[in-house]
């Protein structure tokens, strides 16, 4: 690709733009944002070529745009790209959620709905900003890519290349679909760690549980560590699949108290024997798809 | 110490013996078990002098005896050791529940009471067996002892200096005020693990969910790999705690809920941000004090 357009040029975007850089796979990197100074570092860091204050500019002539900023600031990007969006350009995106940016995106761009294709990296780091991209981020890692009916296949294959580019191995699923097991493979988690720890933290006795936690609460609630800002917004966001999920899951404590209540223990070991068995299998297969990529393939 | 004994010869017990072998803090080391074959393999190891298979041979002349069998088992060692002890001889344990244990031990020994203390060491490894011992384990973790009002306070030194010569840290809590502790930090979170997994694993699109879970889901779930048969036995001996404790957390649940359902994203962020904050502050915490034991102090 002669130009890509990147808007939010933080851990995302950044390992995006390096890693088609170090592919060979772009001429010309544009950042956009909200921050001069975050687009000057971008530029010192080789990340972009180009630190646009401009949409219009920064759309002109790009085959690619990435947006890669806060999922809840997804709307206003597009209504600021969508006058200026070209026949020419495929416009993509890496929020967690799915269905509310295809609403967005819908109100946003109308006729021009087809240039977008949804998408979601699956792929983070504890750090963020600029000096937190690296083109490896994505090796080995899954895209998932919810495309539209009103795409062209040669579109949805134009934003799948750039990622394969990246190294990433492409997912497609429905948008519905997508935000229906995110919300129970990672948003759930997220919400329940949360939860645990503040509930411990407004307890009287606080100071005295947090000294006697130990290395199996730490693994627990390390994505409760995330932040609070980017994890509201991807719950509200996912609202009505998440409500699902949550409400099954407690369903699912309200049975096991009753286990618990009644001195079932046999009750108890079978739910905690299926769930090991499930996780150890589970664990085997995500360390086999793994290996190609720690041995430095993709 | 001339001799000691040892009840399960495994991770727990075997590490404890070989660190004080490694500390010169004991010339004869005894172990007991259920399995010849385990008690032969601990021998060739070198993690104990004697494997015996009586429980009188065991404990004659023995200053300290440690039962690190699973913790179902502490009241049938307890019961046979009873008609065998001497005066001179502390028994202890290291059980992760304390109440059930203490109420096993008044039954077991009777007017011998005084002569055990309670104990637990928050140390593990995901492994099991005497293959899995290390003489480092306890190295700068925290040995909790429950010590009953009976107990002579030279008893109580007496295992206390026991774990200091395997470099762990002794704090000391009431047995109740112990359970309801790990009941918040330790039991609970695993029930909530294991719970979460076999939800996901009951689910007619289980396939597709576990396709999709990524590292945060790992984390989270880490410990639901954990053995079901013992998490079974804490879950039924800590049952009054983990009640309570799952109660409380239930309504947080149903709190988070309430929210999330109204769409007030300001008040999940404020859940979410004071989890993080605290999450934080406890990590720090933990950090600096594991620092020592990482750089090979104690």
Redesign the interface.
């Known amino acids: 690709m002669k130009k890509i357009a990147i808007f939010g040029v933080g851990l995302i975007g950044g390992s995006f733009a390096l890693a088609l850089k170090g592919a060979g796979a772009v001429q010309q990197v544009v950042g956009v944002g909200r921050t001069a100074a975050t687009l000057e570092r971008a530029r010192a860091l080789g990340i972009i070529d180009v630190a646009c204050t401009s949409v219009q500019d920064a759309l002109a002539g790009a085959e690619l745009v990435l947006i890669a900023a806060p999922v809840a600031q997804t709307g206003a990007i597009l209504a600021a790209i969508a006058p200026h969006l070209q026949p020419g350009t495929v416009v993509t995106d890496a929020g967690s959620t799915k269905s509310d940016v295809v609403a967005a995106a819908r109100a946003a761009l109308g006729p021009k709905i087809a240039q977008f294709v949804p998408g979601h990296p ?1 792929a ?1 780091a504890e750090l963020s900003g600029p000096d937190a991209a690296m083109a490896q981020l994505y090796r080995g890692k ?1 895209v ?1 890519l919810t495309a539209l009916p009103e795409n062209a296949e040669a579109d949805v294959e134009r934003v799948a290349g750039a990622w394969r580019h990246c190294g990433a191995l492409i ?1 497609r699923l429905g948008a519905e679909q997508h935000d229906s ?2 919300a ?3 948003h ?16 009287a006795h ?1 100071d ?3 000294q ?18 980017m ?3 991807i ?2 966001a996912n ?1 009505a699949a ?2 699902r999920e ?5 369903a ?3 049975r ?2 009753g286990l ?2 009644a ?1 079932d ?2 009750g ?2 079978a ?10 299998a ?2 085997k ?2 360390e086999a798809a793994e290996r190609p990529a720690i041995e430095g393939g993709n």
Chains 1, 2 share one sequence.
């Open positions: 699956i983070g899954k998932v997912h097991v995110f129970a493979v990672s759930l988690p997220h919400l329940l760690a949360f939860g645990l720890v503040d509930d411990i933290a407004r307890k606080a005295l549980l947090f006697y936690a130990a290395s199996g609460f730490r693994d627990f609630t390390r994505i409760a560590g995330s932040s609070p800002e994890w509201r917004d719950s509200i609202q998440l409500l949550l409400d099954e899951y407690m699912q404590l309200a096991m108290r618990l209540a001195g223990g046999t108890l070991e739910v905690y024997a299926n769930a090991q068995q499930a996780r150890h589970w664990n297969t995500i």
